[in-house]
């Protein structure tokens, strides 16, 4: 008799269910552990596609030191499009070329998906010509369309969004007619085939490859994205084609030289007009390794 009443005694107890304040301290540790974690998790997620990007912009380094070897010249080239204002350029459809047509390799896992490359993305619509495809877009496919620069209280940027800005102008300040740019340069053809008096860099003219940037996170904005400048926007001067803030609050900059280097956005952001203190910055985005001409 006491023997079954044990065993009746023990079925119950193992039985019984989780008192409520059980129940209560499991939720709390199970909120405080992910409290913990959840910051972990995502600052691992922004490390990953940092070196992501950065493998990105490696590959992109590595395509552009065999355009250079073989044609002696960054690929520069915009073209401008008829009545719409804006222009097209071409370094990104050069580059492609070498990459056995790798388009991932242009989108920043970090960015937004409205940045990958492909012919539904968002922005206007304008289709590559014969003029086009003379320097590199493939007959009929979906121009990287610049956009309207943006205006105080305007309409919104209707450029193709992007990734990745190419140095063109670097920091160049104020030089004596005729502007020549202090970064890669690029001719500008027009639709009719018409060029203009340009400036395309020749990569030996870089004084030193490892302190020369070349591309770089841009601020993905539909403007202009396939650029990247030193300077900031200022209402005067609404630049949207500065160095980005993507990661960690700063930016991937790929060098001449192949190496890739993360900066805060603030540590390579330069003045409107150039001023001399910040002529260490300003030297980074010119090919002559030289800061910009006071104003």
Same mark, same amino acid.
């Given at each position: 008799?006491?023997?079954?009443?044990?065993?009746?005694?023990?079925?119950?107890?193992?039985?019984?269910?989780?008192?409520?304040?059980?129940?209560?301290?499991?939720?709390?540790?199970?909120?405080?552990?992910?409290?913990?974690?959840?910051?972990?998790?995502?600052?691992?997620?922004?490390?990953?596609?940092?070196?992501?990007?950065?493998?990105?912009?490696?590959?992109?380094?590595?395509?552009?030191?065999?355009?250079?070897?073989? $044609?002696? $010249?960054?690929?520069?080239?915009?073209? &401008?499009? &008829?009545?719409?204002?804006?222009?097209?350029?071409?370094?990104?459809?050069?580059?492609?070329?070498?990459?056995?047509?790798?388009?991932?390799?242009?989108?920043?896992?970090?960015?937004?998906?409205?940045?990958?490359?492909?012919?539904?993305?968002?922005?206007?619509?304008?289709?590559?010509?014969?003029?086009?495809?003379?320097?590199?877009?493939?007959?009929?496919?979906?121009?990287?369309?610049?956009?309207?620069?943006?205006?105080?209280?305007?309409?919104?940027?209707?450029?193709?969004?992007?990734?990745?800005? $190419?140095?063109?102008?670097?920091?160049?300040?104020?030089?004596?007619?005729?502007?020549?740019?202090?970064?890669?340069?690029?001719?500008?053809?027009?639709?009719?085939?018409?060029?203009? &008096?340009?400036?395309?860099?020749?990569?030996?003219?870089?004084?030193?490859?490892?302190?020369?940037?070349?591309?770089?996170?841009?601020?993905?904005?539909?403007?202009?994205?396939?650029?990247?400048?030193?300077?900031?926007?200022?209402?005067?001067?609404?630049?949207?084609?500065?160095?980005?803030?993507?990661?960690?609050?700063?930016?991937?900059?790929?060098?001449?030289?192949?190496?890739?280097?993360?900066?805060? &956005?603030?540590?390579?952001?330069?003045?409107?007009?150039?001023?001399?203190?910040?002529?260490?910055?300003?030297?980074?985005?010119?090919?002559?390794?030289?800061?910009?001409?006071?104003?």
């Amino acid at each position: 008799m006491v023997l079954k009443e044990l065993v009746l005694k023990t079925r119950y107890t193992n039985n019984r269910g989780f008192t409520l304040v059980e129940l209560l301290v499991v939720i709390a540790i199970i909120t405080l552990l992910i409290a913990i974690l959840l910051p972990v998790l995502v600052r691992v997620k922004q490390k990953a596609q940092e070196v992501a990007c950065a493998s990105n912009l490696r590959q992109l380094g590595q395509a552009m030191t065999m355009y250079t070897n073989q $044609y002696g $010249y960054f690929p520069g080239a915009r073209i &401008q499009i &008829q009545g719409s204002g804006g222009v097209t350029e071409c370094w990104p459809v050069r580059l492609r070329k070498l990459l056995n047509g790798n388009e991932k390799v242009f989108y920043c896992p970090a960015e937004d998906l409205r940045c990958e490359w492909k012919p539904d993305a968002p922005g206007a619509l304008y289709f590559a010509e014969e003029l086009h495809a003379r320097l590199g877009y493939e007959l009929g496919e979906r121009l990287i369309f610049s956009g309207d620069s943006p205006v105080p209280n305007g309409p919104p940027p209707n450029g193709t969004f992007f990734s990745y800005g $190419y140095n063109l102008a670097g920091s160049y300040g104020k030089p004596p007619p005729p502007i020549v740019p202090k970064g890669m340069g690029g001719d500008f053809f027009f639709d009719n085939g018409a060029r203009q &008096q340009g400036f395309n860099r020749k990569s030996t003219n870089v004084k030193c490859s490892a302190e020369f940037i070349i591309i770089a996170d841009t601020i993905a904005d539909g403007s202009r994205d396939y650029l990247v400048r030193p300077f900031n926007s200022t209402p005067s001067t609404p630049f949207s084609d500065a160095i980005g803030n993507i990661h960690r609050g700063g930016a991937n900059a790929l060098f001449l030289d192949g190496h890739v280097q993360w900066y805060l &956005q603030r540590d390579l952001l330069a003045k409107w007009p150039p001023v001399p203190e910040e002529a260490a910055k300003q030297c980074l985005w010119n090919a002559d390794n030289q800061p910009a001409q006071s104003w």
